[in-house]
């Protein structure tokens, strides 16, 4: 890094003589420029999206008689270029150029013919900054809380050329005013200004009054001189093009987002959702202490956590309120000697939340101790920043520079990365106590019957590598960012290199909260954890599913229904940026998924009542009975198997008589007495000994289906998970979204992780609630689950219309998850006969004789139209908004 400052202090050195070589008119040769054609566009496109974007082209065709014409056919990086091109799209002719909010594909597409040159410049931008110019091409726009307007800023340099076109669409409802007038309409709400056509009409008038007057032989020669002179500044003049324009008032809101009002109802909405998950902890947390009877030691670890994370979550979530809060205010204050007071309260807050998250966890002294070290750097930046150079310095009594010496970017970095990789440490740490209280991690292998401890030696070279690519990736996008922004400035001048420093600083600065951010709003993990760690120690085996509810105990139901809306459900709620909404959304997915197993629970197999004393079928299939129900299953399958044969005469001189066949069938429905029968039975008419293995699941317990659910789960939910992330981080406009952001690309891989668990979560309430579900296979026990999340979705769907928000994602969101439970489902079908797979020479073979089908066609086609259905979703609700444009060559 000193290495690289001191670099870039070397080059900068000649950059005040260069500047000094002429002045910025001369520079630009702008008399030369009369002959050239120019015209512009800007268009707000309003729909479909959070924040209006805004489109602008301009037009340059430059006569060969312009000394830097051919300078615009140099490389991009070159002086010469930069100097023409900054001629041609910047209002103020300096040797720095920046427009921090504007965006583009590629660098102005240039072309030579016949001598001239052509540039076009496309650039865009978004209407998110509130009472800010937004510079974008040669237009500026700004937002106000009911009016925005939008002004043509012309190049000095083209003042004098011809302007044929300049045309403005604000987008619906159309413009409200504009001054000055325009020459014509084009659409349904743009304008245009004809500057050159109306220049012409204004020359055609002047000469015919002249023709008609008797001035004409008696004309002086510096007369004629004077009216070229005034024809020529009439046809050059460029009309200063102002449009006034009135939003609707979801666009206007969504562009007041980084006012401080609105940036408290968002992060109240975010407080909100973990004010409302932890009440939910607490509630199941006190109904577990009110169990009779004395809990295990995993009982209590596990409820313990519940009420520790619960209280450690909101204080977290407090603590990240008050830091945005404080930032937003000094922003607003615009006072750089806050910076070093930035620094004590924004490291103070992010040593109070790793520590919250490390005291949750309770790790052994020696990860303890690294904290400790970890820690050292940013308590000495906090405390002596004058020591590295991160106090401003005095050089007048009311006047504070800073310097971004070697000392301070270095100090700044190596503390951000300090703080990241604690906040990782405590992260991973807790995560690891919640998971091993509950005993959701393996069994240590050295000592078995103990948990797994979390070793030194593994945890801190996984936290330190992703420090160290967390830290790489966010520099690479800092220095994107910066040459986005600085692609016109001149990188020789002292100006650049100090600047760039200075912007290298601000955002160590910065990564420090916004990093911590990044990482916590993963808590919905840990909450997730927490509840499965509670529902693992303290489930009843003999309940059917989550559900059901012991008398006086209703725990298990509350966090299992918690679980829903944390892990598998869709965050919305989140109209125009803002998360005001948020927590709603969980008592809907958990009311959702509650409808979904309940209400159809009377159609499961499990529930139907046996053909002569009316019991319920679950009453007679416990856990003891598996092996005979088996293997009933197994005879019903291959006498099937064997009436098949009979009808297709495959038998030899002696076939079996069906009627024996048909008698086996038959007794195979015979249940006997046992439990609650006093007397033998027979299972209900419409249900099979294969229905009802089926209908038990793989394992004996509602916990332990479910946890082969989220196993089976990951296969299909890994492309699944791939498609879903290209969807959300690279597919159209989300990329540049990426590219841009500080810790995009680490987003990138969480993004992954968090699909993987939406999945792997969706196969465990499948599991989980899987002897209450509808059918008599997984492809139909799938329906219920996908439907409760698919319910919430559309009324997500519905909110974004309201707020003309695109939804694009949600149904293929929906399609995904309905071909990921059902591949699981198919799967846990598989798993319960299991046992025989020694018997079959594939999985295939057995699956056919388990759904006792001589070709699997139906379930194939069932599966391959999902595929299908998601492809066919993926390529016509997720397109582009803009299709772009073939290349222009250079």
Not at 353 to 368: D, G, K, S
Not at 543 to 548: E, I, M, T, V
Request: glycine share 6%; with cysteine; proline share 5%.
């Amino acid at each position: 890094m000193s290495a690289l400052v001191g670099l870039l202090c070397a080059l900068v050195a000649p950059a005040d003589a260069w500047a000094a070589e002429s002045s910025p008119d001369d520079a630009c040769k702008r008399e030369r420029l009369a002959k050239a054609r120019v015209s512009t566009s800007v268009e707000f496109q309003h729909d479909d999206r959070t924040w209006t974007k805004i489109v602008t082209r301009l037009t340059v065709d430059v006569p060969a008689s312009w000394p830097l014409a051919q300078d615009l056919l140099l490389s991009e990086d070159s002086r010469r270029y930069i100097k023409a091109m900054s001629c041609l799209t910047r209002s103020e002719q300096k040797t720095q150029q920046r427009h921090w909010a504007e965006w583009r594909v590629g660098y102005p597409a240039v072309t030579s013919k016949g001598g001239r040159v052509k540039v076009v410049d496309r650039a865009h931008s978004w209407v998110d900054q509130y009472r800010s110019d937004l510079h974008v091409g040669v237009w500026t726009v700004r937002a106000g809380a009911e009016r925005w307007f939008v002004r043509l800023q012309v190049p000095p340099a083209l003042a004098g050329a011809q302007w044929d076109r300049i045309t403005v669409d604000p987008g619906e409802p159309g413009a409200e005013s504009a001054k000055p007038k325009p020459y014509a309409g084009q659409g349904a709400t743009a304008l245009v200004w004809r500057p050159q056509a109306v220049a012409q009409q204004k020359r055609t008038a002047e000469k015919a009054a002249e023709e008609g007057s008797e001035k004409g032989a008696t004309e002086s020669k510096a007369g004629e001189k004077e009216s070229s002179d005034r024809q020529t500044a009439m046809a050059r003049s460029v009309p200063s093009v102002t449009v006034w324009l009135r939003p609707s008032w979801q666009r206007s809101w969504a562009a007041q987002n980084d006012r401080l009002t609105v940036v408290g109802l968002d992060r109240f909405g975010g407080l909100l959702w973990t004010v409302v998950t932890s009440a939910l902890l607490l509630s199941a947390a006190r109904s577990y202490g009110g169990r009779s009877g004395n809990p295990t030691n995993r009982q209590r670890h596990t409820r313990r956590n519940l009420v520790a994370w619960a209280w450690v979550s909101a204080a977290i979530d407090v603590l990240t309120l008050t830091d945005d809060l404080i930032n937003r205010y000094v922003q607003r204050r615009r006072d750089d000697r806050w910076l070093d007071e930035w620094i004590f309260h924004g490291h103070g807050l992010a040593l109070t939340v790793a520590l919250l998250l490390l005291v949750l966890a309770r790790p052994p002294r020696r990860i303890w101790a690294v904290a400790g070290l970890l820690a050292l750097l940013p308590l000495a930046a906090m405390k002596w920043p004058e020591r590295f150079d991160l106090r401003p310095l005095r050089v007048a009594p009311a006047d504070y520079v800073y310097a971004a010496s070697d000392k301070a970017l270095a100090a700044q970095t190596a503390s951000a990365c300090c703080l990241m990789a604690l906040t990782l440490l405590g992260f991973v740490a807790a995560i690891w106590r919640l998971a091993t209280d509950g005993q959701l991690l393996p069994e240590s292998r050295r000592a078995p019957g103990k948990d797994r401890v979390l070793k030194l030696r593994v945890v801190l070279p996984a936290v330190l590598g992703a420090t160290v690519v967390i830290a790489v990736c966010a520099a690479l996008t800092h220095e994107r960012t910066w040459q986005r922004v600085s692609w016109l400035s001149e990188s020789v001048d002292a100006v650049y290199g100090k600047d760039h420093r200075m912007k290298l600083l601000g955002d160590a600065l910065w990564s420090v909260s916004n990093g911590q951010d990044w990482i916590t709003s993963y808590n919905w993990m840990l909450t997730g954890v927490a509840a499965l760690a509670a529902l693992r120690a303290w489930h009843i085996s003999s309940c059917l599913s989550p559900l059901d509810r012991p008398p006086g105990d209703w725990a298990a139901r509350l966090l299992f229904l918690t679980f829903f809306p944390v892990a598998v459900g869709l965050g919305g709620g989140w109209p125009l940026a803002v998360a005001l909404p948020a927590s709603m959304w969980i008592p809907l997915h958990m009311l959702a998924l509650y409808w979904a197993a309940t209400f159809f629970a009377s159609r499961s197999v499990l529930a139907q009542p046996l053909t002569r004393s009316g019991h319920a079928l679950a009453e007679v299939l416990g856990p003891g009975v598996r092996t005979e129900l088996l293997s009933r299953a197994r005879t019903y399958r291959e006498t099937h198997a064997t009436l098949r044969r009979l009808d297709q005469g495959l038998f030899g001189d002696q076939p079996p008589v069906r009627e024996e066949e048909e008698r086996k069938l038959s007794d195979l429905h015979d249940w006997p007495a046992n439990g609650v029968l006093t007397v033998p039975d027979r299972l209900p008419a419409k249900v099979s000994v294969v229905d009802a293995a089926l209908a038990l699941g793989p394992r004996d317990t509602w916990w332990a289906n479910g946890s082969r659910g989220a196993r089976f789960a990951l296969i299909p939910g890994l492309p699944a998970a791939t498609l879903t992330t290209w969807a959300w981080m690279v597919r159209g406009e989300a990329w540049e979204s990426t590219l841009s952001n500080q810790f995009g690309f680490p987003e990138m891989v969480l993004t992954l992780v968090y699909w993987m668990v939406t999945w792997a979560g969706a196969g465990f309430v499948l599991g989980a609630l899987w002897r209450v579900l509808p059918g008599r296979r997984g492809a139909v026990k799938a329906l219920p689950v996908t439907l409760a999340f698919a319910l919430p979705a559309v009324l997500d769907a519905l909110l974004a219309w309201f707020t003309r928000e695109g939804v694009s994602n949600l149904a293929l969101h929906v399609s995904a998850m309905l071909f990921v439970l059902t591949v699981t489902g198919i799967a846990l079908d598989l798993d319960t006969f299991q046992g025989e797979r020694r018997y079959w020479q594939s999985r295939l073979g057995l699956l056919l004789s388990v759904y006792q089908m001589r070709y699997y066609s139906l379930q194939v086609a069932y599966l391959v139209a999902q595929i299908i259905a998601m492809i066919t979703i993926w390529q016509f609700f997720a397109e582009p908004a803009v299709t772009p444009e073939p290349a222009e060559s250079k």
